[in-house]
């Protein structure tokens, strides 16, 4: 089965730019979207198909995918940015397979 | 606004079985394919299952397959989840999602609910 790798843990300090990796063979083949989790609520989906933003997510947020790596990018990091993230793939044989997710810690 | 709202949840013994509702509204419902992903308490988000715009293409994560089943109800605009033969493995906060396509593909899943829970114990 397919398998995506997240760090457990990123921290960044406040005002600068934090990274959030996702591994996975030839990951740079598929699609990867990022959800957003804050404490006590639902995921938001933050990118979709690799660097697209849905309305309402800023552009502070970006992604990229390549190899066999994609990753979250924020820059200006805000404490609201303190959240668990999610990266998602879809996998022919066996649907959605998510990350372990990423705890981001605004320093 | 679309919105998910799940119902359903609650305490169920191990082995029983408990079905999930998740009510749409703010959308066009039979446009688009429906998802369960839930969460272990702590954990992260599991895929459970996924049902296209018709029913007629379903799909399900290899640890609830044969036991649950995923169905929806277009005039109802409702999508619901059988879960039979349920563990601790189980015991989770299920979310509703609505996908981006018609199909169940590589679209991501735009609209989640806030959940609902399921504790299995005895």
């Known amino acids: 089965s397919y398998e995506v790798t997240q760090p457990l843990s990123v921290s960044v300090a406040l005002g600068q730019t934090a990274s959030i990796s996702c591994g996975g063979d030839?990951?740079?083949?598929?699609?990867v979207h990022w959800y957003q989790q804050k404490p006590g609520q639902a995921p938001v989906l933050v990118i979709y198909?690799?660097?697209n933003r849905p309305s309402g997510i800023p552009e502070r947020l970006s992604g990229s995918n390549s190899g066999n790596t994609a990753i979250l990018t924020i820059s200006r990091a805000q404490a609201g940015d303190e959240a668990d993230y999610y990266c998602?793939?879809?996998?022919?044989?066996?649907?959605?397979?998510f990350g372990g997710g990423t705890k981001l810690t605004v320093l | 606004d679309e919105q998910l709202v799940e119902s359903g949840g609650g305490l169920v013994q191990p082995d029983r079985s408990l079905k999930l509702a998740c009510a749409a509204s703010?959308?066009?419902?039979?446009?688009?394919?429906m998802h369960w992903v839930r969460q272990r308490p702590g954990r992260g988000l599991e895929w459970v299952s996924g049902?296209?715009?018709?029913?007629?293409?379903?799909g399900y994560a290899d640890s609830v397959k044969g036991r649950f089943t995923i169905s929806r109800d277009n005039a109802k605009t409702s999508l619901y989840l059988q879960m039979n033969s349920l563990s601790a493995e189980d015991m989770a906060l299920y979310y509703c999602?609505?996908?981006?396509?018609?199909?169940?593909?590589?679209?991501?899943?735009?609209?989640w609910g806030q959940g609902t829970m399921v504790t299995v114990s005895s």
């Open positions: 998602q793939v879809w996998v022919t044989s066996g649907g959605r397979v």
């Open positions: 198909g690799d660097t």
């Open positions: 703010g959308f066009t419902f039979d446009d688009y394919a």
């Open positions: 049902i296209s715009w018709d029913g007629g293409e379903t």
């Open positions: 999602v609505k996908a981006g396509d018609r199909l169940l593909g590589d679209d991501p899943l735009h609209i």
């Open positions: 030839n990951i740079g083949t598929k699609n």
